[in-house]
């Protein structure tokens, strides 16, 4: 079977006045996040938008035009995204199906996400050695499971164990766009919320 040739997405527009095709590659790009259930890379973005427009510039527009609606594009994981806002969630959740999608994650979870994520690649030796206590098995395979987590290079330490790292789905789950974004282990310190 033959591939379709892509179209000249640009070529179609041309007869239209610049603020008007403006506004098009806006809506091009709001539809392709709103579509995509993953952040879309800018190459991917740039393939709806005309030559030489700045998918940075056309980002920035959507994002002054969503400053009212209850969604905003967000950049995390080396692409962007539609988001519902914070403040709605506790809607969403009472009257949307939105069952599975939440983290559910306890207390002790998240403390253990932060220790990969800040202290990775890193053994479950290292998170016992963290934690002052073993870390199971099946805590690690729950984040593995929810895309938080994935197994990194082995260790070079005796036995070779497995490491383990943080995925894109952490970035995006956090709504970080990358692991810079974490917050100072300093400041966690300060606030006194730097058990990891």
Known sequence: MKKQPEPDLDQELQDLPPELRWREWMRRIEA????????????????????????ELLIEDL?????????????????????TRPVYAASIR?????????LDL????????AAIAYHQPVTRDGLKD?????????????????????????????????????????????GLETLRDLPDREQLDDAGLGAA
């Open 106 to 113: 306890n207390e002790f979870d998240v403390a253990v996400l």
């Open 130 to 174: 963290i934690f002052g206590k073993e870390i199971s098995r099946e805590l690690i395979g729950r984040l593995h499971a929810r895309g938080l987590i994935a197994t990194g290079p082995r260790s070079p330490s005796r036995g070779a164990p497995y490491t383990f790292v943080t995925t894109a789905q952490f970035l995006v789950a956090f």
């Open 94 to 102: 009472a009257a949307a199906d939105v069952d599975g999608q939440d």
């Open 63 to 83: 994002m002054i035009g969503l400053a009212e609606r209850p969604y905003e594009a967000v950049r995390v994981a080396d692409g962007w995204m539609l988001r």
């Open 32 to 55: 392709v996040l709103f579509a995509s259930a993953s952040p879309v890379s800018r190459e991917a973005l740039a393939k709806v938008v005309g030559q030489g427009a700045s998918v």
